[in-house]
């Protein structure tokens, strides 16, 4: 009963109202952030360590910018939990709609997630050092990346990245205490990482992915058909389930082009992972389900509406009615 009580108040919670108009009506994907997303003086607050330039040699010409945030009370005898973010400009970014590193000092600070150390990465940009006049933009190299299906995001992080952090902070390994999001392209990264590595990232925060034909390519001559994102609700029908617990963001008036449409694709993701939870539950599957929560507004290509719920949605995640 606590479980089903706690899963009703995180609805609710999650369901964040847009913003009252003066004449009581509301604008489609207006999303306030709430109080655990802003600075607050009597809150403590962790380090924003960067950004340092990075050299992958999974994406041999390019180079990203990465931020580490480290949590009040960091203790590399007791690891913290790890959260990955894509399109770490924007994620960290104090006037943006995500403003991760101040949701997790508050949500610290109350003890309503563990304390947990953040990694804030950039896509890589073809040339020798990060342009430092980007700011807010897309590297160039961002969809060959994040929109891709094969496994060369997640090598990068993973036998990368990861360990070039771990040189100087310590964090946890158990992937149920790791967690990897995005949004948009970043969003189908994040997916893509922990449905290939679900023994390095157990969570994953979507919100608007790119579940589309972005990173589609028709056969070529001796070159075979490259699938797009579009490709994942078959993929998760028809292949064994993952440990992997996932929340899923998107909006009615979201994307819809030559690439796809984002919010049918949102929806598909959603139908494939309930059914294959139901199938292995009607075949006496003794394996592993999908944890799955979504949150569907009004919004339109948009970090607005995940950045109001991202408190709640890493409470899902880490929190003690989990």
Same mark, same amino acid.
């Given at each position: ?56 040699? *999974? $994406? ?8 580490? #945030?480290?949590?009040? =009370? !960091?203790? /590399? &005898? ?121 023994? *390095? $990232? ?8 790119? #579940?589309?034909?972005? =990173? !589609?390519? /028709? &056969? ?103």
């Amino acid at each position: 009963m606590r479980t089903m009580v706690a899963a009703l108040l995180l609805g609710v919670a999650l369901a964040s109202p847009a913003v009252a108009q003066p004449d009581g009506k509301r604008l489609p994907g207006d999303y306030p952030l709430g109080s655990d997303s802003l600075v607050h003086a009597d809150v403590a607050h962790g380090r924003l360590e960067g950004p340092f330039e990075f050299h992958a040699a *999974a $994406f041999p010409g390019t180079v990203r910018r990465y931020w580490v #945030y480290v949590p009040v =009370g !960091y203790d /590399p &005898a007791r690891p913290p939990n790890l959260l990955v973010f894509q399109d770490g400009q924007r994620a960290t970014n104090p006037a943006g709609s995500l403003r991760v590193p101040a949701v997790l000092d508050n949500l610290i600070a109350k003890g309503d997630i563990p304390p947990t150390l953040g990694v804030f990465v950039t896509p890589g940009n073809l040339s020798d050092h990060y342009p430092p006049n980007l700011g807010m933009s897309n590297p160039d190299h961002r969809a060959a990346e994040y929109d891709a299906l094969d496994d060369s995001y997640v090598r990068m992080l993973t036998q990368e990245l990861l360990p070039e952090v771990a040189k100087r902070w310590r964090f946890a390994d158990a992937p149920e205490r790791r967690a990897i999001g995005g949004t948009s392209s970043g969003a189908i990264a994040a997916f893509t990482a922990a449905w290939l590595r679900p023994d *390095a $990232f157990g969570n994953v925060i979507s919100f608007i992915g790119s #579940y589309t034909s972005i =990173g !589609y390519r /028709p &056969a070529s001559g001796a070159m075979p058909m490259v699938p797009g994102g579009d490709l994942y609700p078959t993929l998760i029908r028809k292949s064994p389930i993952r440990p992997i617990r996932l929340f899923l963001q998107d909006g009615s008036n979201d994307l819809d082009n030559e690439h796809g449409n984002w919010f049918l694709a949102n929806q598909q993701m959603l139908a494939a992972l309930n059914w294959a939870n139901a199938h292995a539950d009607e075949q006496g599957d003794k394996g592993p389900r999908y944890a799955v929560r979504h949150a569907w507004g009004d919004g339109a290509h948009s970090d607005a509406h995940g950045g109001a719920i991202l408190p709640d949605v890493l409470r899902w995640i880490w929190g003690k009615t989990r």
